[in-house]
């Protein structure tokens, strides 16, 4: 039996396909451009980790999950993230922002659901969706545990540019003045919308995520600050 299919883990859908509203065409080219430019820098902690995993990790992933997707519910809404702490660290000028709280960047949390270092939204025409939650390493020294063999693997990225003000990811190198260059301590995502991959994909385009984030507000399962148009008022007018 395939034990990862059939716990629905990191496995590719190759029939996914999105069904939402039209993402105007300039959103589409950024979040393709961008996500593009930080793939190039995608280092593997395990690059060749193809060891099946037994039935005890695909028990214990699934559990990891179900727990992680638990404790990280309540910031569905971002103030509530806000309020307990968590803060861009990457640009909120891009559509895709990750937050990150400072408190829990400590060794002991490290897959700890209740202590999940990043969250990340997407921003959607129709509100703030929480896309992932992200374990996150507290320093690049660090390598993420892997209890669930090959199913839960880790990344860094290694091209980014940090603004020397905000400290916050604003580009990629080679870093202009006033940013500099820092790879990342290694990371590990629980997504909480349907992307192509499932809960453990290793790495969805920032498209992918954005349209699986508008899919799940659709869905009814992320909360929305306007409506989203019906698919019959969109094949009226021709747009949205």
């Known amino acids: 039996m395939n034990m990862e299919g059939a716990a629905g883990l990191g496995v590719v859908d ?10 105007p065409q300039g959103e589409v080219n950024l979040l393709t451009q961008v996500g593009a430019a930080t793939d190039q820098g995608h280092a593997m902690q395990t690059p060749n980790c193809t060891t099946t995993p037994t039935a005890n990790q695909v028990l ?9 997707s638990e404790a990280v519910a309540k910031y569905k809404d971002l103030s509530v993230a806000v309020a307990a702490g968590y803060v861009p660290i ?3 000028a891009y559509p895709v922002v990750h937050y990150v709280n400072p408190a829990y960047m400590q060794l002991k949390y490290a897959l700890d659901p209740n202590h999940v270092q990043s969250l990340v939204y997407a921003f959607t025409p129709y509100g703030p969706v929480l896309v992932a ?16 063999g090959c199913l839960v693997q880790w990344h860094a990225h290694t091209n980014l540019c940090y603004s020397s003000t905000t400290h916050q990811i604003v580009g990629f190198t080679p870093c202009p003045a006033g940013t500099y260059h820092e790879r990342t301590a290694f990371m590990t995502h629980v997504w909480q919308v349907p992307v192509p991959g499932g809960p453990l994909a290793l ?9 699986a984030a508008i899919e799940a507000q659709q869905d009814g399962m992320a909360p ?17």
């Open 14 to 23: 190759p029939h996914w396909s999105y069904t939402g509203p039209p993402i």
């Open 60 to 68: 214990g992933a699934t559990e990891y999950v179900q727990a992680t």
């Open 90 to 92: 990457t640009s909120p």
């Open 133 to 148: 939650a992200m374990y996150l390493m507290p320093t690049t020294a660090d390598k993420g545990p892997m209890p669930y």
């Open 203 to 211: 790495d969805p385009t920032d498209l992918h995520t954005m349209e």
């Open 224 to 240: 929305t600050t306007r409506p989203i148009p019906s698919m019959s008022a969109i094949a009226a007018v021709g747009t949205f």
